[in-house]
C-alpha cells in the first residue's frame, strides 16, 4: 500500500472540521468583527483591504461554501456559482457603491424591500442596520436562491425582522412565470420576456429550461409601508414599476435605488421617463455618493445604479 493512502481521507476529513470550526465558532474578545460603521465612513480602501483581511471560505456539505463576508456575517454560496460566489469567498463584499451607500443611508427602525434578493447580501445588510425594530421584505424567485437566502438569514440571526418571499415581481395578476437560471450563475436568473408582457398568455418557448414562479406586485402585498425598496430584477423592471404606483402615490417619501441597464429594458428611454416625473435621476459613483445625471449618460449602455428620492439627501 502506498505510503499515506490509509490517512488521506480521514485527514482531508480532519482539516475541513477545523476550517468550518474556525469560522463558525463564537470570536474570541480580542478578535472583533468588523464595525458595520465602517462600512459608511467612506474611506473606500483601507476598509475594503481590511474585508478581505477577515474574507474566508470553508466547503460545507451540499456543494456549498461558507463564506465570511463583509467582515461581520456567515454566508452559503453556491460553490458552482461563478459570479457572485467567488466574490464573496475571496473579497468578502459585492458592489462597495450600494454597500456603503446602504450603510449610510438606513437608519433603525426602518422598513425595506429587496427585490431580487438573490441568497441575500444585501438583505442581512439592511436587517442589521435597521435593527430589531426594523423590518425587511426579501423578494427572489429562484427556489434554490430563496432556500439559501432564508438559511443565511436565520444563520445570522434575523429571522426576526426578515420575511422571505419566492416570489417575482412582475405584471399583476398573480400568474405564473417561466425563470431561466444560467448555469453557473443563479444572481442573472431572469424571467421570459414574452411573460412580462400585460395580459400576455401562454407562449411557446424559446428552447431554454425553465422555472415556474409566483409573479406579484408590490401593490398586491398586503400592509406594505417600505422606507426604502431596492429594485435589481432585470427585465422585469418596467413591470415592477408599473406594479408599484399606488405606492409610490401613498408613500412619498420612499426612497429607491434601481439597478437599471437599457440592454434589459424593453423601452428604455421611455422607462426613465416616467421615472424621473416622479424622480430627479441620480446615480451613485464608484464610491456610493449620488450624483446628478442625464437619460442620455443612462442610455449610453452599461448597467447603472439609480437612487430616487425626492430630497437631496444621500
Known amino acids: ?11 482531508s476529513r480532519t482539516g475541513l472540521r477545523a476550517r468550518l470550526a474556525a469560522l463558525t465558532r463564537p470570536r474570541p474578545p480580542g478578535l472583533r468583527l468588523l464595525p458595520v460603521a465602517r462600512l459608511a465612513t467612506g474611506a473606500r480602501v483601507p476598509t475594503e483591504a481590511a474585508i478581505r483581511a477577515m474574507a474566508g471560505a470553508t466547503p460545507v456539505a451540499g456543494n456549498l461554501l461558507l463564506c ?16 457572485l460566489a467567488p466574490h464573496l469567498a475571496l473579497d468578502g463584499f459585492w458592489e462597495w457603491w450600494t454597500t456603503s451607500f446602504l450603510a449610510r443611508t438606513l437608519r433603525p427602525g426602518e422598513s425595506v424591500v429587496d427585490a431580487g434578493a438573490c441568497t441575500g447580501y444585501f438583505t442581512l445588510l439592511a436587517a442589521e442596520l435597521v435593527g430589531p425594530a426594523g423590518r425587511v421584505l426579501a423578494l427572489e424567485p429562484n427556489p434554490q436562491s430563496a432556500a439559501l437566502l432564508r438559511r443565511n438569514v436565520a444563520l445570522n440571526g434575523f429571522a426576526d425582522r426578515v420575511t422571505v418571499e419566492e416570489a417575482a415581481l412582475a405584471p399583476s395578476g398573480g400568474r405564473l412565470l417561466r425563470l431561466v ?24 418557448l424559446d428552447g431554454r429550461a425553465t422555472l ?18 431596492r429594485l435589481d430584477v432585470g427585465e422585469a423592471l418596467e413591470a415592477a414599476w408599473d406594479g408599484m404606483q399606488r405606492l409610490l402615490e401613498e408613500r412619498p417619501a420612499m426612497r429607491l435605488l434601481v439597478v437599471f441597464d437599457p440592454a434589459r429594458v424593453a423601452q428604455p428611454a421611455a422607462f426613465l421617463d416616467r421615472v ?36 437631496r439627501a444621500g
Open 68 to 83: 465570511r463576508v463583509l467582515g461581520r456575517y456567515k454566508m452559503l454560496a453556491e460553490a458552482g456559482d461563478l459570479t
Open 212 to 229: 415556474l414562479v409566483r409573479g406579484r406586485t408590490l401593490d398586491e402585498l398586503p400592509g406594505l409601508q417600505p422606507d426604502l425598496v
Open 276 to 311: 424621473a416625473a416622479r424622480f430627479p435621476l441620480r446615480r451613485l459613483d464608484p464610491e456610493g455618493r449620488p450624483r446628478d445625471c442625464a437619460p442620455a449618460e443612462l442610455l449610453a449602455g452599461g448597467t447603472t445604479t439609480l437612487w430616487l428620492a425626492r430630497d
Open 1 to 11: 500500500m502506498p505510503q499515506g493512502s490509509s490517512t488521506s481521507a480521514p485527514r
Open 181 to 204: 437560471v444560467p448555469p453557473n450563475s443563479p444572481m442573472d436568473a431572469q424571467l421570459l420576456k414574452q411573460d412580462l408582457a400585460p395580459g400576455a398568455g401562454p407562449r411557446p
